[in-house]
Every structure is written in C-alpha cells, then in structure tokens.
C-alpha cells in the first residue's frame, strides 16, 4: 500500500505524495530516537538531535509533458524553504513535521522522461510531530450559555461564567501557544491551577501571544509589529507550565476573548 501525506512549503504550497504522479515508499519518516548523555555510568539527560530521514519517491506520468511539471514543482516547491531558512512541513494524519528538504538524489531517470526515481533526504532540528487543537474561549459568548462549535474537539465547555475546561487528550503535558485579543488589561487566566498573567494593556485591534514551545510572550500591534512583553510576565507563576494531561478547568476576570492552541507533540505521528 502507498503512503499518502503532504509536503507544505513556508508559502503553503502543497505537494501530495500518493496521487497525481508523485508515490512515496516504505520511508523511515516514523521512526524516532533519542540522544543521551552519561554522569558515572548512568543516563542523565535525554535530548533530540538534529534528524535526517530519507524520503524515497517515484514520479511516473501518463505524458511526459505531466511528468517535467511535476518534477519541475517538487523541487520548486522544496526548495523555497531552503532559500528562505524557513521551515516546511510533512503532514501525517493531522501531525505535521517542520523541516527542510536538504538532498535529493536521482536515478532511473534514462529509462523514460515520464519516469523518475529520487530520494529526498528530510531534515529537521525539531524533530516532532505536532497535532494542534484550537480551543476558544468568550466570555460574551460564555454568558449567553455555553460556547457551541460544529466541530468534534475534545474538550468539554459549561455554561458557567468565565469557568470552562480543556481536555489535554495527550498522555503528556503539553506546550500551548495562547492567543489574548483586545480590548483588556493585566489578562490573568489560571488553567489547570497555574496562572498566566501579563502586565500590559492590549488595545482593540492588538493580540498578546505566550507561547511555550518558544518561550517568548509579545503582543503583535495592529499594523504588525510585535513588543516584547516577556518583563511584563507575572513572575510568581511560570508563564510557560505546559497544561497537564485530562480536564483542566479554565478561569478567567474579566471580559476576555482567547484561543488556546495544545501542541500535542509526539516521536511519531499516532497511528490510525
């Protein structure tokens, strides 16, 4: 059986592999390791390592006019990240996989010009796989009774005033990017006991991100600068605690609107 995923470039160009000329075959795409390091004869610390994995692709066409187009774009579409230093990204069942396409390697391309063998080399410095799931919150919204959205997410919502909860379905802790929209002062929103607090003002039209896979808190003005506001966090509670796997219960003061994104990361994308 062929593997079906996608190649997304920075510019979310898509290259699909499975369909449309371009097969991919047994790849080592899912496999994962970890680095260690020794203190006395015994493992200390445990770390991922920049990764290389090979991709090897067949490109067959009906024409061979099709089949330049689509060599032509695969490297194209690639390509501009590595000019860019911007990562892609391999999408797998909802996990995707930033990285670069370093190599690509070539062969059997004399039998016929509507055939092409090629192994791309994959590489990445963060190598994770990552399922996000967007979680909204509205305070407005919330005291009307209850948020209702026509998507399956796997988080529970009440209709109590500024109390809801989110469902980390990982087996984890989890990083987070969280998304506060002005209007608002102070934002202060406790998740699962730990609080997260800023102590700056977001006008109408502004947006403040803590995000913890980074480590860095700004909030992004409405012409697009983004202000470092990492000073302005409540040093009493650490701003980047992942939230804990199950039900957390999320409170808040105040009129406030926010996203909270879960970063479900995983060394290999689930199986389904």
């Not at 075959?25 to 006395?40: G, P, T």
């Not at 501009?80 to 069942?93: Q, T």
């Not at 913890?212 to 701003?239: D, M, P, W």
């Amino acid at each position: 059986m062929l593997e079906q995923f996608k190649y997304v470039n920075h510019l979310r160009e898509v290259v699909e592999f499975g369909k449309g000329g371009i097969f991919a075959n047994y790849n080592d795409l899912r496999d994962y390791q970890w680095s260690f390091s020794k203190v006395n004869g015994k493992i200390s610390r445990f770390t991922k390592e920049i990764v290389s994995k090979k991709l090897p692709v067949i490109i067959q066409a009906p024409t061979e006019g099709e089949a330049i187009t689509i060599k032509n774009r695969l490297f194209e579409v690639i390509e501009k990240d590595v000019l860019s230093g911007k990562y892609g990204m391999i999408v797998i069942g909802g996990y995707y996989y930033r990285c670069y396409i370093t190599a690509g390697k070539k062969s059997e391309y004399l039998i016929s010009k509507r055939h092409l063998k090629v192994d791309l080399t994959v590489s990445s410095d963060c190598p994770v796989w990552v399922k996000e799931t967007e979680v909204n919150f509205n305070t407005a919204t919330a005291s009307d009774g209850g948020l209702n959205f026509p998507h399956d997410y796997a988080f529970d919502f009440t209709n109590l005033m500024n109390v809801q909860n989110v469902n980390n379905t990982s087996f984890a802790g989890c990083n987070f990017r969280m998304v506060i929209y002005g209007a608002c002062m102070n934002p202060t929103i406790v998740i699962g006991g730990n609080t997260y607090q800023v102590n700056c003002t977001v006008e109408s039209g502004q947006y403040l991100t803590i995000d913890c896979a980074a480590k860095k808190v700004y909030l992004t003005k409405a012409n697009g600068e983004a202000v470092n506001q990492f000073n302005n966090r409540n040093k009493s509670h650490y701003i980047f605690e992942p939230i804990k796997p199950g039900i957390n219960a999320v409170s808040w003061t105040g009129d406030l609107r926010f996203d909270v994104i879960l970063l479900d990361e995983r060394g290999e994308p689930k199986w389904n």
